[in-house]
């Protein structure tokens, strides 16, 4: 669901209150990291996107399907709209609950091995709480990042977690939806513009980075971002306007 991040006209939906929504998640937690988080709070919703800290987050999984898949990659990278800080990007690789498939592993390159050593999400999640206390997450695609690691917590804890994101593919949907019609679009029909990650920053000339690497690819949704607020989004618009 997106509001209305690009100056213009259009109707937007009812915009979510996400600081009353993490009040009610600490009063609600049992949890003592889950508390902590829920009380660290988030920045004011008509913060201006200059002022902002923001975290990029990348997931990567064994599957698609909340139900049944989870977490083997957990990237993030701290950045503001002027440096992206790589020096802090954080890359957690965790052992699923449920056997990697052949045609995972083909996607994002981790290996069985790989997973028999690492820890369980649990053990990593206060550090992934911690990394993202007070920020506003960027992710490219939010039904991975939200689903799958509100559906973690939720198993973890007893109680799901509800964050905001902005999301940049959603961003890109707009943007591309605005671009200028030619005739021979017209006549023939316009086909939509490919929102993956890879060919969104492709429109903005950023340099191609190999895909499915959770860090990596938080890095690639950051620049993205940055590129979006350049040339479309401005940096004085209002965080309550982008994130959902």
């Known amino acids: 669901m997106l509001y209305r991040s690009l100056k213009d006209t259009t109707p937007v939906a009812p915009r979510l209150d996400w600081p009353a929504i993490y009040q009610r998640q600490a009063d609600a937690a049992q949890d003592r990291r889950l508390k902590r988080f829920f009380q660290a709070g988030l920045p004011a919703p008509d913060s201006k996107l200059a ?38 990007s954080r890359n957690w690789v965790v052992r699923p609950r449920t056997p990697l ?7 994002h390159g981790i290996t069985h091995s790989e997973v028999r050593q690492a820890p369980r999400l649990g053990s990593i999640i206060g550090e992934v709480l911690d990394a993202l206390e007070g920020k506003v997450a960027i992710v490219h695609c939010k039904s991975v990042e939200q689903q799958f690691l509100g559906a973690a917590l939720e198993r973890l804890t007893g109680q799901r977690l509800l964050f905001p994101v902005i999301d940049t593919m959603a961003q890109e949907r707009v943007i591309c939806a605005k671009r200028p019609v030619s005739w021979w679009q017209a006549i023939w029909g ?9 060919d969104c920053r492709q429109r903005y000339h950023l340099p191609h980075y190999t895909a499915h690497h959770a ?17 479309h989004i401005g940096d004085e618009a209002l965080l309550r306007d982008l994130w959902e």
């Open 101 to 107: 498939q052949e045609e995972a592993i083909v996607i």
């Open 51 to 88: 002022e902002l800290e923001f975290v990029a987050l990348d997931l990567e999984t064994t599957g698609l399907s909340v139900e049944v898949d989870d977490i083997v990659s957990v990237g993030m990278v701290p950045f503001t709209l002027q440096r992206i800080r790589c020096s802090a």
């Open 215 to 231: 860090t990596l690819d938080a890095v690639a949704a950051a620049e993205l971002f940055i590129a979006q607020v350049q040339h």
């Open 190 to 198: 316009r086909k939509p513009l490919s929102l993956r990650l890879p």
